[in-house]
């Protein structure tokens, strides 16, 4: 079974600080792992995903998250946060499969 | 359009009522799923489609809600006899293949019912 635990239901960060949202997975066997994103009154638009090969991936908006096996962790990252970029973040597990199980969603606010 | 369509945007009912939500995915997309997304609770897997057919429905909560694909396009979700704890947003989302393009899901903009 999958799980994900996302730390911090609610992150706030000053203009041009750095982002950082965690998250925590447990698998039974190697996963998938993705980043969505959710704006206001949206669908969810992926961000990024790790499936084989380099652990560090980038996604789009300058966003990029690594995954560390011996951590059970793909944090989220972005060097300098932007005002577009408060929204609500999911990170999800997948068993390398069509099921996508998701985390609750960090909701990040971006302060001027 | 281009994209994962969903009606209603917005559904009031009343409690005990039944209401269908519908789903039209981008064309060509074999799979098909449903999420329901409340406040606090994340995303909550409800049922997959591939193509006609539904080989997960686990995440069904009762026997109050069902689902349908048919020729492997448009879904319905429907929910008999209504309950408040059903208020949520309903989510749809679809993707390429069998295997959901290694979980690229592109999702809808969601129904969201409120059961008074």
């Known amino acids: 079974a999958q799980s994900v635990t996302q730390l911090g239901s609610h992150v706030s960060v000053s203009e041009g600080a750095l982002v950082l949202l965690r998250c925590n997975y447990s698998s039974s066997v190697p996963p998938y792992l993705f980043w969505y994103v959710q704006y206001p009154n949206q669908g969810l638009q992926l961000l990024l995903k790790y499936t084989t090969g380099a652990t560090l991936v980038k996604g789009i908006n300058g966003f990029e998250a690594e995954f560390k096996k011996s951590e059970t962790s793909f944090h989220l990252t972005k060097p300098s946060a932007h005002m577009s970029d408060a929204a609500e973040y999911f990170c999800?597990?997948?068993?390398?499969?069509?099921?996508?199980?998701f985390g609750k969603g960090t909701l990040l606010t971006v302060n001027p | 359009g281009a994209g994962v369509s969903q009606s209603p945007s917005n559904k009031v009912t009343e409690k005990g009522k039944d209401v269908e939500l519908r789903c039209d995915p981008i064309s060509g997309h074999t799979a098909l799923y449903w999420y329901r997304q409340s406040l606090g609770q994340g995303l909550e897997f409800l049922i997959y489609?591939?193509?006609?057919?539904?080989?997960?429905k686990s995440g069904l909560p009762s026997d109050r809600f069902s689902a349908e694909r048919t020729g492997g396009s448009v879904s319905t979700l429907t929910i008999q006899r209504t309950q408040q704890e059903d208020s949520a947003v309903y989510l749809c989302?679809?993707?390429?293949?069998?295997?959901?393009?290694?979980?690229?899901?592109?999702f809808g903009e969601g129904s969201r019912l409120t059961v008074l």
């Open positions: 999800a597990v997948s068993p390398r499969n069509y099921k996508l199980t």
């Open positions: 489609f591939q193509g006609n057919s539904a080989p997960d």
């Open positions: 989302a679809s993707s390429l293949g069998q295997y959901g393009g290694a979980g690229e899901l592109f």
